[in-house]
């Protein structure tokens, strides 16, 4: 592999809180290694169009607080084909721009390899989305912010439920995974969670309605992933006021609130730890790789198993919820 001496960063796919961290480390390590940076704004769509700006070490300043991306993000269709990346490779030639890192979820990482592959330039994927789903990674950068978003905005709820002794199914994000979910249920002491993982029938929810639940005398929450196979909280919610009509029963859709917002101070150190870690594993020569933290400790998976592997959520953690959820 040449001597890489610029490097490039893009944010891809949702944006998350801490991207603008990552940057900041993408930045600061490139040039702390005696290299060029180069901010790709919009993602993909703005390699193609070769939307590419020279970074200095003040562009960075000031953003490590903020929430979403200051290079944009997108949604490139363009990108999936052939002449797409083509195009953005040559871009990437034209800037002189030698490696690239890649800051996103699965699906960035997924045309992250193919163009990797086909144009042999060296990408590293950061692992940047609340849903927090990638596997090899303990935590995705976002993730811990946006649960401390939802489980804010669920406390507030629950003030509401128990004033008016309401039934309250609130839905959170996870469009295929129910760990933002699992994790707000049982830091808001919720008396159910229903995530995609399960296939849910309603029949322990029901069961808990009808013996354990006193409408007239309590309140009560109830955790939904929006992927929920039963159709998200609000076919949920129809379902069970057909079954027990004299519920109370509200919906909130809590939605890309969950997006938003300064990250927190765990996403702001896992943020600077990985994009430190992708320059260096550049520079180590690595490619094709996603840079994770498990344990505590920086790991590096090939973008391949990150894509086709399916990071599983806690039994331990399901369980949890039913036994403190006992009346």
């Known amino acids: 592999m040449a001597k890489i001496k610029r490097i490039g960063v893009l944010t891809s796919g949702g944006d998350a809180p801490g991207m603008n961290a990552a940057i900041r480390a993408v930045v600061r390590a490139t040039l702390y290694n005696g290299c060029e940076a180069y901010g790709i704004y919009e993602g993909y769509q703005g390699l193609i169009n070769g939307d590419i700006k020279k970074l200095r070490s003040n562009h960075v300043s000031n953003i490590i607080q903020r929430g979403g991306t200051i290079l944009k993000s997108a949604r490139s269709k363009e990108f999936r084909t052939v002449e797409g990346r083509a195009k953005a490779a040559a871009n990437m030639r034209e800037h002189k721009i030698d490696a690239l890192v890649v800051i996103g979820g699965d699906g960035s990482f997924t045309g992250a390899r193919i163009f990797g592959q086909e144009h042999g330039i060296p990408v590293v994927g950061i692992p940047g989305t609340i849903d927090n789903d990638l596997y090899g990674t303990d935590?995705?950068?976002?993730?811990?912010?946006?649960?401390?978003?939802?489980?804010?905005?669920?406390?507030?709820i629950k003030d509401?439920?128990?004033a008016h002794n309401r039934l309250f199914?609130?839905?959170?994000?996870?469009?295929?995974?129910?760990f933002i979910a699992l994790r707000?249920?049982?830091?808001t002491g919720a008396e159910a969670v229903l995530v995609p993982e399960i296939e849910s029938d309603?029949?322990?929810?029901?069961?808990?309605?009808?013996?354990?639940?006193?409408?007239?005398?309590?309140?009560?929450i109830v955790i939904v992933a929006e992927g929920e196979k039963s159709g998200g909280a609000m076919q949920i919610a129809e379902k069970v006021s057909k079954s027990h009509p004299n519920y109370d029963i509200r919906v909130s859709i809590l939605g890309h609130m969950q997006r938003g917002g300064s990250p927190s101070p765990f996403d702001r150190v896992l943020a600077s730890q990985l994009g430190v870690a992708a320059v260096e594993a550049l520079l180590d020569d690595q490619s094709n790789i996603m840079v994770g933290i498990m344990n505590k400790q920086i790991t590096q998976v090939p973008f391949n198993k990150t894509i086709k592997n399916t990071k599983s959520l806690n039994?331990?953690?399901?369980?949890?919820?039913?036994?403190?959820?006992f009346r």
């Open 139 to 156: 935590s995705t950068i976002g993730y811990d912010t946006a649960v401390n978003t939802a489980v804010d905005a669920v406390d507030k």
């Open 160 to 162: 509401t439920a128990s």
């Open 169 to 178: 199914f609130i839905e959170v994000m996870g469009r295929d995974a129910g």
């Open 184 to 187: 707000v249920a049982i830091s």
């Open 202 to 220: 309603l029949t322990d929810l029901n069961d808990f309605l009808g013996k354990d639940y006193d409408p007239t005398n309590s309140s009560a």
């Open 315 to 325: 039994p331990e953690l399901l369980k949890l919820v039913k036994v403190l959820s």
